[in-house]
């Protein structure tokens, strides 16, 4: 379970000191947690608070039981990150060398890594371009491909960081189907107000605040007003 | 992008023979090729390593033109070397610049295009790991050097984007708007880069 007491995140700026997140508490035990807001809303510093890449100036963030202050190297193992831009987060130049990259933390023995490698990536569909350079991987498949790269550690929880805003429609339906056949806690940051519907719940997030909180229907409607679209 | 993608090139398996040679071997190639050359400052042994290193990016079965195309701007680069000697009165050490210039990108190209990233990683952390002793951490090593090389044809890319962004625009000949704006876009890869690594855990442990 995703818990945050009391966090708050402060950024320095040129033009001052800015809060970005303010005092947010809250509990996230469901499987499928979607996370909405304006841009610069700071939906996307909440997610980077549950895997570790940002930290809190005050409170304190745990992911099943671990303080990130002092397990962010075990809380990161337990989370993974999937980045609005699969090319940044993908390092290796092919798919299979990006997925043995992950693996290479958990299987010592090349042979075997690739070999599971590939069991992992025909897993998603994705053998037919496992090879190939991930210039020449439409949007979906890098996308998917980046999927792949987090879950080859099996983790227990999946954050993704508007992991459709770069998608065409189909590619974009792709990757939400293979969201919604993850097994992981998935908790998602997005401007897909349709896909946000299909999760257990949503958050608001508003001005570093969570503004609404609760099933889909009733906070996609109050985000809907607050944005002034209805 | 996909066009800076081959500024050094990719593996793509082909099942040529030099494929399956050894990483250190073809270290070994990379170094016997390019270094006498460029000590020896020779034009007989430059001709012979270049046709030798096009020879083997050939039979590693590469179409010529994507292992032996030169980028716009390393031709330009090339060109005006040459020029520059042949302007000061010595064309033919102009010739053997330019062409260790080019033996050495082939030669680079006769490894990167030739074994898997992964391959090549491993072999740098073998070749770091003594020196563990002192401090060096060979997995983070192996790793820094390939991100380094994979920034290169990102950068050139970005170089390239700032161009047309600025042509588009009507803005040409504004050379240091574009190096700015290249350098901005180059921290933000930076960045983005250090997070990947951080959120998969590469910073974390050993590999």
């Given at each position: ?203 608001v997030i508003d001005a570093g605040r969570i503004a609404a909180d609760g099933a889909p229907g009733e906070t996609i409607s109050f985000y809907r007003r607050l944005a002034g679209d209805g | 992008m996909a066009k800076a993608d081959r500024w050094f090139g990719t593996y793509h398996p082909l099942g040529s023979a030099v494929e399956r040679w050894s990483v250190g071997v073809k270290y070994a190639l990379l170094l016997g090729l390019s270094l006498p050359c460029f000590i020896i400052q020779r034009w007989p042994l430059t001709s012979a390593a270049l046709l030798a290193a096009a020879g ?152």
């Open positions: 379970m995703i818990k945050l007491d009391g966090v708050t995140v402060a950024a320095d700026t040129p033009a001052g000191p800015k809060t970005i997140l303010d005092a947010i508490t809250c509990q996230l035990p469901e499987q499928r947690v979607a996370l909405v807001g304006g841009n610069g809303s700071g939906k996307s510093t909440f997610l980077r608070l549950v895997n570790g890449l940002a930290a809190p100036s005050a409170g304190r963030v745990e992911v099943d039981g671990l303080d990130l202050a002092a397990n962010a190297a075990e809380v990161r193992r337990r989370v993974g990150f999937v980045f609005t831009d699969p090319m940044a987060q993908l390092l290796m130049p092919t798919p299979v060398e990006d997925v043995e990259l992950s693996l290479s933390r958990v299987i010592r023995k090349r042979s075997e890594r690739r070999a599971e490698a590939w069991r992992r990536l025909a897993a998603w569909g994705l053998e037919s371009v496992a090879e190939t350079s991930l210039y020449d991987l439409s949007g979906g498949e890098r996308q998917l491909a980046a999927l792949v790269t987090v879950l080859a550690v099996d983790p227990a929880v999946i954050a993704a960081d508007e992991p459709t805003t770069l998608l065409d429609l189909r590619n974009a339906r792709r990757l939400r189907e293979a969201f919604a056949a993850l097994s992981q806690q998935v908790v998602v940051a997005t401007h897909d107000l349709a896909w946000a519907a299909d999760f257990e719940r949503v958050l | 083997l990016l050939l039979a590693a079965k590469l179409r010529a033109r994507q292992a032996l195309g030169l980028a716009p701007g390393f031709f330009s680069l090339v060109v005006v070397l040459a020029v520059f000697h042949a302007v000061t009165g010595d064309w033919l050490g102009g010739l053997v610049v330019a062409g260790n210039l080019v033996l050495a990108l082939w030669a680079a190209r006769l490894v990167t295009m030739t074994t898997p990233a992964s391959l090549l990683i491993d072999a740098l952390v073998t070749v770091a790991r003594p020196f563990s002793r002192l401090g060096l951490q060979p997995e983070r090593f192996g790793l820094a050097v390939h991100i380094m090389l994979r920034s290169l044809p990102r950068l050139s890319g970005a170089l390239a984007g700032a161009r047309q962004a600025a042509a588009a625009r009507g803005l040409r000949g504004h050379v240091g708007r574009q190096v700015t704006q290249v350098a901005v876009q180059a921290v933000g890869y930076a960045q983005a880069t250090g997070d990947a690594m951080t959120a998969r855990g590469l910073g974390d442990g050993e590999r």
